[in-house]
């Protein structure tokens, strides 16, 4: 089953952000800098549970400029969380379709890694959603996605062909981003 | 570049912005209708015999139909281009709306008598004629709703951008309803749903492309 990805923005600081992004709006700088510093931090736990950690930093700078660029698409007499929370949902999306282009690099076995939490914890979300896709599809992402095969090493490893493993790919991401949106819709 | 320079950069020189306003968006779309009309009309493109034409249910009923479908589906549009709202109830009602359309004009539609009959009512050349129009008028909708959804934020581009591609469709059927020569339901029911629908796949692929954010 997919995990559930509502997200509760602003649940502890909800009021401020409201506030914050109104005098944004306004042209206030300062509550504007104090408000993009907090997002980060969120946005960066919300991506750590859903994207590999190389992808993070990218899709916090990727909101962060969305929510500069669509500001005016906020209206001030509605929460911020919900705002938020869909634009960092549509850009998880966006991410997710990024993978079927970008070719994935095997990391170097030597690389220093300070901390596996996060990795962790993204590889289990990342896992939940790939147990929704049909098994061969889930296990061409796994292979060539998260795990740098290339795509006629996973094409040996699984018995697929070359062609096959890429048209899996396609359609698996597809219906992963189906699913995250179905999801949303629910909420 | 660091997070925090892009927050200091971002900041720096803040500029007030002017919230998006539905209601404005709305109203533009409107005066665009109101303009396109009194062109089209101004022009001299009005059937002559439209007195007669009033008369007629099947008149209303094409006028109606594409102003409604129009109508749904430019809302659906210009509410959908905000991150929170999806546009996908308001698609199912505008397939409802489509449906019933349809079946009220075969309602309508009570004769019918030989393909030698069905052939000259569906009249192919001047439904060619129809649909090329059909298809000119729905472009400054489509330039309309592409600078709105480009402006807005649509979290579920593909849904927007059919509803804005069903809009602007109905929009140019609705426009051109006021010249159009023939109230025969089969040929409305076919000549516009062909006019109609081009203008939809061309805008879905069209504006999906807009939407990108």
């Known amino acids: 089953m997919a995990p559930t990805v509502s997200a509760k923005a602003g649940d502890t600081s909800g009021h401020d952000w409201d506030r914050m992004m109104a005098a944004a709006l306004v042209g206030d700088a300062n509550a504007y800098r104090t408000l993009l510093a907090e997002l980060a931090l969120w946005l960066r736990r919300y991506y750590a549970r859903r994207l590999p950690p190389s992808m993070t930093e990218d899709a916090v700078q990727d909101v962060l400029l969305a929510i500069h660029e669509k500001r005016h698409t906020y209206d001030p007499a509605r929460p911020f969380g919900p705002w938020l929370a869909a634009i960092a949902r549509y850009k998880w999306i966006d991410r997710l379709r990024s993978l079927k282009t970008d070719a994935a690099e095997p990391l170097d076995e030597n690389i220093g890694v300070p901390d596996h939490g996060d990795a962790v914890i993204a590889g289990s979300t990342f896992q939940q959603l790939l147990a929704a896709l049909k098994p061969p599809q889930a296990e061409a992402i796994r292979l060539v996605k998260l795990e740098g095969y290339s795509v006629e090493e996973a094409s040996r490893a699984t018995g697929q062909s070359v062609s096959l493993v890429k048209v899996n790919i396609h359609r698996g991401l597809k219906r992963l981003a189906d699913i995250i949106r179905a999801a949303a819709d629910a909420d | ?213």
């Open chain 2, 1 to 213: 570049m660091r997070t925090e320079s892009l927050v200091d950069r971002l900041s720096q020189d803040l500029r007030p912005v002017r919230p998006r306003s539905i209601v404005r968006e709305a109203l533009l779309l409107l005066l665009l209708a109101v303009v396109e009309v009194a062109a089209f009309l101004g022009v001299g493109f009005m059937r002559p015999d439209m007195p007669v034409a009033m008369g007629a249910p099947s008149f209303w009923w094409k006028l109606t139909s594409m102003g409604l479908i129009a109508v749904m589906g430019a809302g659906v549009a210009i509410l959908s281009a905000d991150p929170v709202r999806s546009p996908r109830r308001g698609l199912r009602w505008i397939l409802v709306c489509i449906v019933a359309i349809l079946a009220s004009g075969w309602l309508i539609d009570a004769a019918g008598s030989g393909i030698a009959d069905l052939v000259r009512r569906l009249d192919w050349t001047q439904g060619l004629r129809c649909v090329w129009k059909m298809v000119v008028l729905s472009i400054p909708p489509a330039i309309a709703l592409g600078v709105l959804i480009r402006r807005g934020a649509p979290t579920d581009r593909a849904g927007t951008a059919l509803a804005a591609g069903l809009s602007c469709a109905a929009w140019g059927a609705f426009v051109f309803v006021f010249a159009c020569p023939s109230d025969d339901p089969l040929y409305i029911a076919v000549w516009y749903t062909v006019g109609c629908a081009i203008v939809t796949i061309l805008g879905r692929t069209t504006l999906i492309r807009l939407a990108r954010w």
